[in-house]
């Protein structure tokens, strides 16, 4: 199957840092996704990002599919950042209709003040 | 509006007891998932469905059962709980709405065997 590699695992910043995050895959993809975990465990759907640029705010993404990877930017990152980040991918292949996601194992951020 | 909420949040097994888990989603959604998580790990997909009375297996299906009776409910079955189960469960749903593939997930819920 698809193989999804985020880095770096771990990732520790001052309070107003900037940061990115990447994603590898090795397959084409239909779609892909950024999601947040927060430290108590609940997933927040970021960006649906499966080429180009999206601005959130302090959040930013860009994928580049024909080179198979996209990368999150946080800007002036803020202790409620904190949390795991998952990039998750569809694969071109699974077909038509399932929209079944891979996940990466994420990069864990802290933000400290 | 609820979202998607996952009964019960917590729960500890016995080895070889069955349970199981109940998602409701209350947006519509045709396409619901069920994932496990594990330490250092990102979510595994164990089955999913893409429409009330449909299911399929996802990634990591073994030891597991799933029933999609009605649109809204999604239920995921231990039959003969085993350590290796041991893990958080989430269940998420999909918006189709355009080309926008949101997804929904509920809080989670984490499950011990011993």
């Known amino acids: 199957g698809i193989q999804v590699e985020q880095s770096p695992p771990d990732l520790i910043l001052q309070e107003g840092a900037n940061s990115t995050l990447r994603c590898n895959f090795s397959?084409?993809?239909?779609?892909l996704q950024w999601f947040h975990q927060n430290p108590w465990g609940q997933l927040i759907n970021l960006f649906y990002?499966?080429?180009g640029t999206k601005q959130n705010g302090r959040l930013s993404a860009t994928t580049v599919a024909t080179e198979r990877y996209s990368l999150l930017y946080i800007s002036s990152s803020q202790t409620t950042d904190s949390g795991v980040y998952f990039c998750?991918?569809?694969?071109?292949?699974?077909?038509?209709?399932?929209?079944?996601?891979?996940f990466g194992k994420g990069t864990k951020l802290s933000v400290i003040p | 509006n609820a979202g998607v909420t996952q009964t019960p949040k917590f729960r500890v097994l016995k080895t070889g007891q069955s349970m199981t888990l109940l998602c409701a989603q209350d947006?519509?959604?045709?396409?619901m998932y069920w994932y496990r998580q594990d330490p250092g790990m990102g979510l595994r997909l164990i089955h999913y469905?893409?429409?009330?009375?449909?299911?399929a297996k996802g990634e990591v299906p073994d030891g597991y059962n799933v029933s999609r009776l009605k649109k809204q409910n999604f239920l995921l079955g231990l039959e003969s709980a085993a350590p290796s189960q041991t893990s958080v469960y989430f269940c998420?749903?999909?918006?189709?709405?355009?080309?926008?593939?949101?997804?929904?997930f509920g809080s989670g819920t984490r499950l011990t065997v011993v």
């Open positions: 469905s893409v429409g009330e009375g449909t299911t």
């Open positions: 998750a991918v569809e694969p071109t292949y699974s077909g038509a209709g399932s929209y079944q996601l891979t």
């Open positions: 947006m519509n959604h045709e396409y």
């Open positions: 998420a749903s999909n918006n189709l709405r355009g080309s926008y593939y949101g997804y929904t």
């Open positions: 990002i499966p080429s």
């Open positions: 397959d084409s993809v239909n779609n």
